[in-house]
């Protein structure tokens, strides 16, 4: 009986404002929580509390036994309590995973807020936050894909990302330049749970570098860093800007990734499999996912300026081994691709859709003309 008392005043408690979704990654309807937080939580999350015992003890809504104390103390807190105490000093720049986001992000996330408290006492951010950092990475070698130690730099000061291929180099190996800097995890892609891949444009075309670190938080740490960098860039150059405006540009997640056919300007010579990018408004093509430059880039602009997507290939069309098609008209030319199953065509035929619909910003015109005027 006492159980059941028990287990309907959580349920109703999951009814209150900010308690529908995971405290941590904003999941729908959590089913587990955390009572010495006070917080309700999703079972991805929950596996993640449970490795800090010491800070979170978890229990299911549903099918663990709770004493009274117990859910009066969730009673008494819940998400939005937790929230304003735990996030209270949360820089805008800091990245706030969703449940959407690889497994390290969210745990780092979690321990950063409950385990060591960085957003309760501002000084515990000074590993990102301080405009300056350095030190060692694994770095992928553009030619033999060994991953080697690289010392990296990032000042804001100098307005830069750099790293050296000798410990005591004068010049580096590369300059990055925070302006046109983007980093993203691609844990899957790199194979391995800490992998970046860190891009920038070289001669206007983009250049990917990918690297680890054995420690989570320090990769995690270098990824605000770099967002830190990039935010104060913004703050200089769009005075204006809120920090709402400016936040979504601090880092892009690729539209998507995967294999599809190609075939060249003619359309004759055969289709070759490559690896696509869909990255904001340049969909490149690799012949492999670790490529360090892309065999070709294409500028997608929007609906109003000519760009459509459609669906199949011109009728004389020969050479594709894949038979699900697509054709994405610009106003120079037609680029034709196959996808190998309906699911992918339909996967990039509304991944083109959603940013042809979006009208061209001022900025990107100078793109689309950079582009038309490639040798």
């Known amino acids: 009986m006492a159980k059941e008392r028990s ?57 663990d036994d709770w004493d009274d104390a117990q859910v009066e103390f969730m009673a008494s807190n819940g998400n939005n309590v937790a929230k304003a105490k735990y996030e209270s000093k949360m820089p805008p720049f800091y990245y706030k995973p969703t449940y959407l986001d690889c497994q390290l992000l969210r745990e780092q996330w979690i321990r950063a807020k409950y385990e060591r408290k960085e957003f309760i006492h501002s000084e515990k951010q000074e590993p990102y936050s301080a405009g300056y ?40 190996k590369a300059i990055m330049k925070i302006e046109h800097l983007n980093a993203t995890f691609q ?55 809120s920090d709402a ?10 539209l998507k990734e995967g294999y599809m056919e190609k075939t060249g300007p003619k359309q004759t010579e055969g289709f070759k499999k490559r690896w696509f990018t869909m990255d904001d408004r340049r969909l490149m093509y690799f012949k492999d996912p670790l490529d ?39 106003p120079d030319r037609k680029f034709l691709f196959a996808c190998e199953t309906e699911d992918d065509q339909l996967e990039w035929i509304t991944t083109f859709q959603k940013v042809i619909s979006r009208p061209m910003l001022p900025q990107e015109y100078a793109v689309e003309a950079h582009f038309k005027h490639k040798p």
């Open 133 to 172: 950092r350095e030190g060692f990475l694994w770095k992928r070698g553009r030619d033999n894909g060994q991953f080697l130690s690289r010392k990296f730099v990032l000042s804001e000061r100098e307005g830069a990302l750099k790293y050296f291929n000798k410990n005591d180099a004068k010049e580096p």
């Open 292 to 330: 360090a430059f892309a065999r070709g880039e294409v500028f997608i602009g929007s609906k109003e300026n000519s760009y459509k997507v459609l669906e199949g290939l011109p009728p004389s069309t020969q050479g594709n081994h894949w038979q699900h098609g697509i054709t994405i008209v610009t």
């Open 7 to 63: 287990r309907k005043a959580l349920v109703e408690l999951l009814q209150r404002p900010g308690n529908a979704a995971c405290a941590d990654c904003a999941a729908p309807d959590p089913d587990w929580a955390s009572h010495s937080l006070g917080i309700f939580i999703c079972l991805n999350c929950s596996g993640i509390h449970r490795n800090i015992p010491q800070v979170s003890k978890v229990k299911s809504v549903r099918l």
């Open 245 to 254: 405006d400016l936040v979504p540009k601090l880092s892009r997640n690729y």
């Open 187 to 241: 844990p899957a892609k790199i194979g391995n749970p800490h992998g970046l891949q860190i891009t920038y444009l070289k001669d206007n075309s983009t250049r990917n570098i990918f690297v680890y670190h054995e420690d989570g938080k320090e990769i995690v740490d270098w990824f605000n860093a770099i967002r830190a960098a990039r935010f104060h860039y913004l703050q200089v150059a769009f005075p204006g800007a």
